[in-house]
């Protein structure tokens, strides 16, 4: 049989074929680490085939859903992930937060030595405001887990001075202008930041002129994160202000899904939630511990309620407010729940310290239910403020607030009052506020203040609230400039522990002595005692 003479060439080809990986399918799983070199440095692995130094490069290789180990080092590099794939460094599993991840304190010692850690840093100062992103997410079904991201560069000049660190990125991971499914960003650290630890802004409304969603972000999992140091205490709402500065997790347009057992420290605001349509289900905010400056937790939602659950749970966080010299346009609230509009929103079983106001509720329209829950706030001006009027929007948007109900929340030593329902002479719509199931108001300047004409308050059942300890009145019926409340039953409210029936004249005359209406202001109502 006569051979061509084409066969030794073939046979070359296919061996280098079968010796060369690079003509094989893409890696599964891809090594990366800062010390490697060369072929004789990488353990045994392919360099540049599934070993790298750098990151992008291990990204690009990986094939679609493998996984991408980055072992500790440094790395100054932006990253953009275009592929559903995990990214990991040291800390993948192990929670940086110790296990009583509600002291804010509190931190994993394992997670503590930067040297043992995966540390992204930003490779140049162009990473800038608003959404300069160090890690950039633009396909589905993402999870990074272990990593430190870091927007201090000690090589870089200039910068935005955050606490004494200059930070040379506006935020750490999320993506700006997408909608990514199913991400999960698991036991990383975030620190250094002026804009935002996590950003995730969708470009879009998310929903047509027939409420019809469109781009919903659903499936994704915020957990055991420890973010710190992004805010110089400079910003204001993110609402209020074109450029949000100095927030933990700034998630906004149809995000939906879990933040668990995060905590964050040193941030202007700690969340920031703004969703449009509920059709992806839930936001879920529970057992995260907060140190904020200006704001814990803010919720604004619209055209929610559509799939028969609440639009967002916050369950089970600690949330304090530092005290700053703030300047005196800045309101602080703990928790901040704005224009919920055909949606539901639970407070449930939170601990709330400081600030000017512990939950903030205005804007809730009709079709809409706010019920607070087993919550303590403790040390705020105000414990609870259910308004008709924003201090900057004015009557603007749907302009009332209805079915806002309080179900045995603990208030504690507010410097101004418990509860303040306010119907503001320039607001718009009525106060429908029920308070129900032993709501205790202690200590303090006042227990309660009632103001305008357009509250409807309901105390329900047979102990609905209570009142001990306050150095000034427990319950206050004001004039607004153009209306009064009219008279409040308060046959139901304890004070001191005691129903009416339960006290000597004497007790019943010092009571009196703290219910101020129509005896003192012939303008407002009775309190029936």
Not at 123 to 145: C, F, K, M, N
Not at 202 to 215: I, Y
Not at 222 to 231: C, E, F, T, V, Y
Not at 497 to 507: N, P, V
Request: proline share 6%; hydrophobic share 40%; charged share 15%.
């Amino acid at each position: 049989m006569r051979r061509s003479a084409c066969w030794p060439f073939l046979l070359v080809f296919v061996c280098l074929c079968s010796l060369n990986p690079v003509f094989a399918a893409p890696p599964a799983q891809v090594w990366v680490d800062a010390h490697w070199t060369n072929a004789e440095t990488c353990g045994g692995h392919v360099w540049q085939i599934d070993a790298f130094n750098r990151i992008q490069p291990a990204l690009a290789a990986v094939a679609p859903k493998g996984t991408v180990v980055v072992a500790a080092g440094c790395y100054p590099e932006k990253l953009v992930i275009d592929k559903s794939l995990t990214l990991t460094g040291p800390g993948v599993g192990i929670n940086p937060n110790a296990p009583t991840a509600h002291d804010p304190a509190a931190a994993n010692p394992a997670r503590t030595d930067l040297a043992k850690e995966a540390v992204i840093i930003p490779p140049a100062v162009d990473l800038a405001i608003p959404s300069g992103l160090l890690v950039e997410i633009r396909a589905d079904d993402v999870t990074i887990d272990g990593l430190t991201l870091d927007g201090h560069n000690p090589a870089l000049p200039d910068g935005f001075s955050l606490n004494g660190v200059t930070a040379h990125a506006a935020c750490g991971v999320g993506e700006d202008g997408g909608c990514p499914l199913r991400v999960a960003l698991l036991n990383n650290r975030i620190q250094n930041f002026q804009s935002a630890g996590i950003y995730f802004k969708n470009a879009s409304m998310g929903f047509d002129a027939t409420f019809t969603p469109t781009n919903v972000s659903h499936g994704n999992v915020i957990m055991h994160n420890r973010l710190d140091n992004l805010s110089a205490v400079a910003g204001t709402m993110p609402e209020m202000q074109p450029t949000p500065t100095g927030i933990g997790l700034y998630l906004y347009n149809n995000w939906f899904g879990q933040v668990l057992e995060n905590i964050i420290t040193r941030t202007a605001v700690g969340v920031w939630m703004a969703n449009y349509h509920s059709a992806a289900g839930c936001v879920e905010y529970r057992r995260n511990a907060i140190q904020a400056y200006v704001s814990g937790i803010g919720v604004n939602t619209m055209n929610g309620g559509m799939d028969g659950q609440p639009d967002a749970v916050l369950s089970e966080n600690q949330i304090q407010i530092l005290t700053w010299d703030k300047p005196a346009t800045v309101e602080r609230h703990a928790v901040y729940l704005l224009t919920i509009a055909g949606g539901d929103i639970v407070v449930s079983d939170n601990t709330i310290t400081g600030g000017e106001v512990g939950v903030q509720a205005w804007n809730i329209n009709q079709s809409s239910h706010l019920v607070l829950a087993d919550d303590t706030i403790s040390g705020c001006r105000y414990g609870i403020v259910a308004a008709n009027r924003h201090p900057v929007y004015g009557t603007a948007y749907f302009k009332m607030l209805t079915q806002l109900m309080i179900s045995h929340v603990t208030i504690r030593d507010a410097l101004q009052a418990g509860i303040l329902i306010d119907d503001d002479v320039a607001g718009d719509g009525p106060l429908t506020v029920t308070i129900t199931n032993t709501t205790t108001v202690t200590g303090g300047a006042q227990g309660m203040i009632v103001r305008g004409s357009r509250t409807a308050l309901t105390l329900l059942g047979p102990s609905p609230l209570a009142f001990d300890g306050q150095t000034g009145p427990c319950l206050t019926l004001q004039y607004n400039g153009a209306s009064a409340p009219g008279d409040l039953d308060l046959h139901a409210v304890t004070f001191g522990g005691k129903h009416r029936t339960a006290m000597t004249s004497a007790e019943v005359a010092a009571v009196r002595a703290k219910l101020l209406d129509h005896q003192v202001d012939p303008r407002v109502g009775h309190l029936l005692f």
